[in-house]
């Protein structure tokens, strides 16, 4: 079970990478390129998605702020 991490890894992105990825881990276990390359674009999208968050509700705070002035 060599290619369980790169199959957890794939949890979260689109299923045709999923599938792809893990046919790849499957036939060719020694092929962990692939898998560390999916694990950091993985970890990627999740700080992007954290950070467009995080600006999102700074933003909305300020706006809300703003109109709590302003009356």
């Known amino acids: 079970m ?3 991490p790169a199959v957890r890894a794939t949890m979260g992105f689109s299923p045709g990478f999923h599938i792809v990825c893990a ?3 499957m ?3 020694s092929f962990g390129i692939l ?3 999916h694990q950091t674009v993985q ?4 700080y992007l998605a954290l950070a467009v ?3 999102w509700l700074f933003a ?3 706006r809300i702020t703003q109109n709590r002035l302003g009356d």
């Open 53 to 55: 968050t995080t600006v």
């Open 2 to 4: 060599d290619n369980l």
């Open 60 to 62: 909305r705070q300020v």
């Open 27 to 29: 036939l060719m276990p």
């Open 23 to 25: 046919a790849v881990g």
């Open 35 to 37: 898998a560390a390359v």
């Open 43 to 46: 970890f990627l999208m999740l």
